[in-house]
C-alpha cells in the first residue's frame, strides 16, 4: 500500500500523474476539486455552500474539505493507497492529515511537489478549458490569477512544514507527461 501527495499550482499536472498512477498502481485518487465539483452536480447543501467560492478561485473552508476526506478514506476502496490530489491545499489541512493518518495506523510515503514554470501555465490552464469536452467556471484567465495567488498565500506554505521533517521530494513537472510520471514511479521504488 502507497499513499502519497501530489502538490502544484493549478495546471502543474497533479490529476494527470494522479490518474496514470491510479491505472498503473492501483491506486486511488483523491481530488478534492473533483468531490466538490460532484457534489455541486448533484445539488447538495454542501454544493450550495461551495458553489460561488469555487467559481471565485478562492478556497473551500478547510473543516469543509477536511470533513470530506475523513469520510472517504473511511471507504474500502482507499485501502489500496491513496493519492492525495489538490489536498492538504493549508497548514492547517497538512496537520490534519497527519493526525488523520497516524490515527489509522497508516503511513505517507511520499510527498511530491512537481515544480513548473508558472509563466507557461496560464497557457496550459487556458489550453485545457477550450480542449476539454467539462467547462470548468474557474478556468478562466481571471479566476486563474486567484487560484494561482490563493496558491501562494495559502498553499506553498505547506511545502516548508513537509520540507523541514525532510518529507518533500520535488519532480520536473516541465518535462513530457511520461517523463513525470517515470520520475514519480523512482521516488516512489516502482
Ligand atoms: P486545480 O488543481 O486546477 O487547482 P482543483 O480541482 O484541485 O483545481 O480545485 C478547484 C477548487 O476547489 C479550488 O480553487 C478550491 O476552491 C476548491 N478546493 C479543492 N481542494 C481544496 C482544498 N483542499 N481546500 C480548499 N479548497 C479546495
Known sequence: MINLILIGPPG????????ILEERLGLQQLSTGDMLRAEIDAGTPL????KDIM?????????????????????PDCAKGVIFDGFPRT??????????????GLKLNA???IVVDEAKLIGRVLER???SAEKRPDDDPDVLKKR???????????????????RLQKVDGMQPIEFVA?????????
Open 12 to 19: 502543474a499536472g497533479k490529476g494527470t500523474q494522479a490518474r
Open 47 to 50: 454544493g450550495l455552500r461551495v
Open 55 to 75: 467559481a471565485s478561485g478562492a478556497l473551500v473552508s478547510d473543516d469543509i474539505v477536511i470533513d470530506i476526506i475523513r469520510k472517504r478514506m473511511a471507504e
Open 91 to 104: 497548514v492547517a489541512q497538512a496537520r490534519a492529515l497527519d493526525e488523520m493518518i497516524i490515527d489509522a
Open 111 to 113: 510527498v511530491i511537489q
Open 129 to 131: 478549458a477550450n480542449t
Open 148 to 166: 494561482l495567488s490563493a496558491y501562494h498565500a495559502q498553499t506553498a506554505p505547506i511545502l516548508p512544514y513537509y520540507e523541514t521533517a525532510g
Open 182 to 190: 517515470s520520475q514519480i514511479k523512482t521516488i516512489l521504488g516502482r
